[in-house]
């Protein structure tokens, strides 16, 4: 009668075990799942960030700055003769 209860109970022990292993194995594998999502959004936003600098830098070429500026805005550099030169 002994035996049998130690038996049940090894069994029962062994069972829970068991499931703790494969709910163990679970998790570890929707942590894994959730780290390459968040590793691939990480790599996007790594290009994103590449792109916006190039674009920037291409957008504030001083010869672009300047074509902008004699265009839209009818800027033009001033005389040599209207420049003031303030001492401090």
Known sequence: MKD???LATSLMVLV???LSVVYCKYQSRQ???AIQNIEKQLDKYEVDWGRLQLEQTTL???N???IIARNQLSM???K???IVFIKP
């Open 4 to 6: 049998k209860a130690i």
């Open 31 to 33: 942590v894994f799942i």
């Open 64 to 66: 672009r700055v300047e």
């Open 16 to 18: 829970v075990s068991a």
């Open 80 to 82: 040599q003769k209207d």
């Open 60 to 62: 504030a070429e001083h």
């Open 76 to 78: 033009v550099l001033p």
